[in-house]
């Protein structure tokens, strides 16, 4: 199966090589990589461009958007995603791949980066207990900085809302009803520690609070 490996960037400059030679390094390469560049007014594009990989343009501002007109775009028969502020360690891609032949989607953990060590800790474990509280909800939470999926499935349902901050969650849930969804805890991913700007208790109230969102809107 092909890989395409896929990547919603505004203003970027600044991480997006780091996240590229990350990806460069796997030791299974995906197929394609596409920068989706979601109207940066900075050099995201060219420096993507400079690595070699596709760019495309979204002129629709928002992740929702920019994260759909990539999985449109795409090749591959595979979708990984992840952030521009993301470092995957080298084993990633082939973690995701093997998870997707035998499940519909696949997500993983995540780890702060450029933050005290005691907050990348918690950060790591936290999270985990939080994917883990969501699986016994029946809600698994498969953020776009860790996720992966099949394409052709994904595209029937619609791929991602393009009006709802949840957009990769909410595709998670689409998939769910179709197959079944695989925890890859193996697939560990770096993210920044920007996260983290409004504190700790404001991101952990926005996870578990949407974790119990009854919003109709989000589970169609």
């Given at each position: 199966?092909?890989?395409?490996?896929?990547?919603?960037?505004?203003?970027?400059?600044?991480?997006?090589?780091?996240?590229?030679?990350?990806?460069?390094?796997?030791?299974?390469?995906?197929?394609?990589?596409?920068?989706?560049?979601?109207?940066?007014?900075?050099?995201?594009?060219?420096?993507?461009?400079?690595?070699?990989?596709?760019?495309?343009?979204?002129?629709?501002?928002?992740?929702?958007?920019?994260?759909?007109?990539?999985?449109?775009?795409?090749?591959?028969d595979v979708i990984?995603?992840?952030?521009?502020?993301?470092?995957?360690?080298?084993?990633?891609?082939?973690?995701?791949?093997?998870?997707?032949?035998?499940?519909?989607?696949?997500?993983?953990?995540?780890?702060?980066y450029g933050v005290?060590?005691?907050?990348?800790?918690?950060?790591?474990?936290?999270?985990?207990?939080?994917?883990?509280?969501?699986?016994?909800?029946?809600?698994?939470?498969?953020?776009?900085?860790?996720?992966?999926?099949?394409?052709?499935?994904?595209?029937?349902?619609?791929?991602?809302?393009?009006?709802?901050?949840?957009?990769?969650?909410?595709?998670?849930?689409?998939?769910?009803?179709?197959?079944?969804?695989?925890?890859?805890?193996?697939?560990?991913?770096?993210?920044?520690?920007?996260?983290?700007?409004?504190?700790?208790?404001?991101?952990?109230?926005?996870?578990?609070?949407?974790?119990?969102?009854?919003?109709?809107?989000?589970?169609?």
């Open positions: 199966m092909k890989i395409s490996v896929i990547v919603p960037a505004y203003n970027e400059e600044k991480l997006l090589g780091n996240l590229l030679t990350a990806l460069g390094q796997q030791t299974h390469e995906p197929d394609e990589i596409i920068i989706v560049d979601n109207n940066s007014t900075d050099h995201t594009a060219a420096i993507a461009r400079s690595f070699g990989v596709r760019v495309v343009r979204c002129v629709r501002a928002g992740v929702g958007s920019a994260r759909q007109a990539g999985l449109e775009a795409a090749t591959g990984l995603t992840t952030d521009a502020d993301c470092l995957p360690q080298s084993t990633w891609v082939q973690h995701m791949y093997t998870g997707l032949q035998e499940s519909i989607a696949v997500y993983g953990p995540l780890r702060f005290p060590e005691a907050d990348a800790w918690f950060s790591e474990y936290g999270y985990k207990f939080f994917l883990r509280a969501a699986r016994l909800a029946g809600r698994p939470n498969l953020a776009g900085s860790n996720m992966g999926f099949h394409r052709k499935p994904a595209l029937e349902v619609g791929g991602y809302p393009l009006s709802y901050t949840r957009e990769d969650v909410i595709l998670g849930y689409k998939l769910m009803r179709r197959g079944q969804v695989k925890y890859v805890s193996e697939a560990l991913m770096h993210t920044s520690g920007r996260r983290l700007q409004d504190g700790w208790s404001r991101l952990l109230f926005k996870n578990f609070s949407d974790l119990f969102n009854k919003n109709p809107k989000a589970y169609r």
